[in-house]
């Protein structure tokens, strides 16, 4: 995901010194704005955090027994799958997420997709998110751009 940051630079006149802005010296009127904790930062997204993962087992940069854990019903199977073809592996540079987006199509639950820039090529990565009971986000689905292989019958 490609993200900006810009900064401003303030420069300061030449030949003096900043003024003083303590609010707190003898005589000086009290502050109107109360005192508050800054807020803490955001963590970054469950949508973030599983593309970046996804991502490293496609690309083969981790094995997908790291998924494990992460993953629900036939999509570790699903990904077992995905990631034996290797679709993300590249010869020079690693692949990169370039953007993401969602649907929410209930609560506790995201549908995803994300373009990754492999090589000269970019390519199309999907998945479902659901929030378990422990309120932890698992991978329920995950598909690449093109043709799909054959599903083996699971048991239900």
């Not at 955090?49 to 981790?62: D, M, N, T």
């Not at 598909?143 to 699971?154: D, F, I, K, S, V």
Request: hydrophobic share 35%; glycine share 10%; aromatic share 6%.
């Amino acid at each position: 995901m490609n993200k900006v940051m810009t900064r401003t630079v303030q420069l300061r006149p030449a030949g003096r010194p900043p003024g003083r802005r303590d609010s707190r010296r003898p005589g000086a009127p009290a502050s109107r704005r109360p005192l508050t904790p800054p807020a803490a930062p955001p963590g970054p997204r469950p949508t973030d955090l599983f593309a970046e993962r996804l991502l490293a087992v496609l690309s083969g940069r981790r094995p997908v027994h790291w998924m494990l854990r992460h993953t629900a019903g036939h999509a570790y199977d699903d990904l077992a799958r995905l990631a034996e073809r290797g679709p993300l592996r590249t010869r020079g540079s690693d692949p990169v997420v370039r953007d993401i987006g969602y649907y929410v199509p209930s609560a506790g639950a995201l549908e995803v997709f994300a373009r990754i820039a492999a090589g000269d090529r970019l390519r199309a990565l999907a998945f479902r998110l659901e929030q378990g009971a422990d309120l932890r986000w698992r991978c329920t689905a995950v598909e690449m751009g093109g043709p799909r292989g054959p599903r083996a019958p699971h048991d239900a």
